[in-house]
């Protein structure tokens, strides 16, 4: 049902409870490695890896998307309107600046750039629209990502 694009789709309708039924995928991880490995990452982020990145984020050659993303990080107010991201993706999205993309495919040398890799990471679903509608939009097959839901990409 999984490796199958059309059965996916179809999940939502089967087991309904996917749609009102949040933290599953914390669930399923915790059940899988144990709570203590579950909740450690997280634990962890704020109190010590998030001002890692950061710290080493600032002495990168800075770009217009590396600067957007450091202020949303540290919740600094911007030029423009609102930060795209709220703190924590942001620092998250950072870290993308730090790992150097890798190349696209097998065959191919060229790398992708940074907005690339960020794109291929995380999709954001405004959470008044339909999760079933997302999967039917879903071109080809997608490496896993996150799917960040919420009202805004900076509230979530």
């Not at 696209?104 to 291929?120: L, P, Q």
């Amino acid at each position: 049902m999984i490796h199958d694009q059309q059965q996916s789709a179809n999940i939502l309708q089967m087991f309904p409870r996917f749609l009102d039924t949040k933290g599953l995928i914390l669930q399923d991880f915790s059940l899988m490695f144990g709570a203590e490995t579950a909740s450690r990452f997280l634990e962890r982020w704020n109190s010590g890896f998030k001002d890692k990145v950061l710290r080493e984020a600032r002495d990168l050659r800075e770009t217009p998307l590396l600067k957007n993303q450091l202020k949303s990080a540290l919740n600094e107010a911007s030029d423009t309107d609102e930060p795209e991201w709220d703190s924590d993706m942001a620092s998250l999205l950072v870290l993308l600046h730090l790992l150097t993309p890798q190349p696209a495919g097998r065959k191919r040398a060229k790398k992708i750039s940074v907005r690339e890799a960020i794109d291929h990471l995380v999709i954001f679903h405004k959470s008044c629209k339909s999760l079933e509608d997302h999967l039917m939009t879903i071109e080809g097959s997608h490496q896993p990502y996150l799917l960040a839901t919420g009202t805004s990409k900076a509230q979530q």
